[in-house]
């Protein structure tokens, strides 16, 4: 079964700032997916970012991207510029080529955006 | 297209009743997964759907659970008696099968068993 760690239950960071998220995940699988997926206090989940496993080019969209080191299982996600509105629960998630068992996630990091 | 949308948003009952969710997902989508979420973690896979066939159903979906997706669009998920242990938040994601990894949630039925 696939496992997905977030090691850091809370992270705070000044606004303007840069923070990095951490993600660690485990499979057996050659073709799968990566996500990010942010919650803010309203509850509805929120696609941020996905990369395919298959490339090798690390996902951007806009101010946020990941690190993605597929030989280590890692998939961290950048958050550059931080604002106000980043202040959420980031999920990072793992989904099998087929999507058959759903997203898998981790649980999650409390992200604080300090003024 | 106005996005996921999920009935009730709250629901309390107690232990013992019955409770039924309905989930309508973005139209088109063929996709629709349920998930359970508890304070504190992140969503669980429950089960999903293509069109109206129920595809896969996780070990944490016991009898009691059931989930219906009778003409393909909107679907329901009900507990029957119901335990304080199936507090959670029940959300309701779909996707379009050429994307079907690009899932999109819902807001959630809080339920809450006294």
């Known amino acids: 079964a696939q496992t997905v760690t977030q090691s850091q239950p809370e992270m705070s960071v000044q606004e303007a700032e840069t923070v990095t998220l951490s993600c660690t995940y485990d499979?057996?699988?050659?073709?799968?997916?990566l996500f990010w997926y942010k919650q803010p206090p309203s509850r509805q989940m929120i696609l941020v970012i996905r990369q395919e496993a298959y490339k090798q080019q690390n996902a951007t969209e806009n101010r946020f991207s990941v690190n993605f080191q597929k030989a280590a299982k890692s998939f961290s996600l950048k958050i550059s510029d931080s604002q106000l509105g980043d202040a959420a629960m980031y999920f990072c998630a793992y989904s099998s080529g087929g999507g058959a068992d759903g997203l898998t996630f981790g649980k999650g990091t409390h992200l604080i955006i300090q003024p | 297209d106005t996005g996921v949308s999920q009935d009730p948003r709250h629901k309390i009952t107690k232990r013992g009743q019955n409770v039924t969710f309905r989930c309508d997902p973005i139209?088109?989508?063929?996709?629709l997964y349920w998930y359970r979420q508890t304070l504190g973690q992140g969503p669980e896979f429950l089960t999903y759907?293509?069109?109206?066939?129920?595809?896969?159903k996780s070990r944490l979906l016991s009898d009691r659970f059931s989930a219906e997706r009778p003409k393909g669009s909107f679907s329901t998920l009900e507990i029957q008696r119901t335990e304080q242990g199936d507090s959670a938040m029940y959300l309701c994601a779909s996707s379009i099968l050429a994307h079907y990894n690009e899932q999109f949630f819902g807001p959630g039925t809080r339920l809450t068993v006294l």
């Open positions: 499979t057996s699988e050659s073709d799968y997916y």
């Open positions: 759907f293509q069109n109206e066939a129920q595809l896969e």
């Open positions: 139209s088109e989508h063929n996709r």
